[in-house]
């Protein structure tokens, strides 16, 4: 071998050898950000997973105040409707004791046959004992 040649090939072992080392360099680099990028997806996910029960906690939350706005606007609609069922009552207490007949209590306040029975009976009983206490 001419010493052309044993240099050639020392020159080619050694640049193949620099090559293998900064390719193995190169690869831990690459493993370590692999390890880096597989601890922020991990990061990420449990975020990910934190933030979808905050959702759907805060959805719950959502879903019992709409429940409880609407049961507080059917309370307020059931004494609004009471409060006018009252007003129909006192009314027709009035008219009895005016002397208004039964029918004339269902067709003006709205009352049932037997609502108007009732007041008009009771009428009745307070004129008679308005009559015995004078």
């Known amino acids: 071998m001419t010493p052309a040649l044993i240099i050639s090939v020392?020159?080619?072992?050694?640049?193949?050898?620099c090559?293998?080392?900064m390719?193995?360099?190169?690869?831990r680099k690459v493993q370590r950000l692999q390890e880096r990028l597989d601890n922020d997806?991990?990061?990420?996910?449990?975020?990910?997973?934190?933030?979808?029960r905050g959702a759907v906690g805060l959805g719950k939350r959502v879903k019992k105040v709409q429940d409880t706005?609407?049961?507080?606007?059917?309370?307020?609609?059931d004494l609004e409707n009471k409060d006018m069922g009252d007003v129909a009552i006192i009314h027709a207490s009035k008219l009895a004791l005016m002397g208004a007949p039964t029918e004339e209590?269902?067709?003006t306040c709205g009352l049932s046959k037997a609502e108007a029975s009732l007041l008009s009976l009771m009428a009745a009983r307070s004129k008679a004992e308005g009559r015995h206490a004078a």
């Open 10 to 17: 020392t020159f080619i072992v050694m640049l193949c050898g």
């Open 19 to 21: 090559m293998l080392a």
């Open 23 to 27: 390719s193995v360099h190169v690869l």
């Open 41 to 52: 997806m991990r990061a990420l996910r449990g975020e990910i997973t934190a933030v979808s």
């Open 69 to 77: 706005l609407q049961d507080t606007r059917r309370r307020q609609e």
């Open 105 to 107: 209590l269902v067709s």
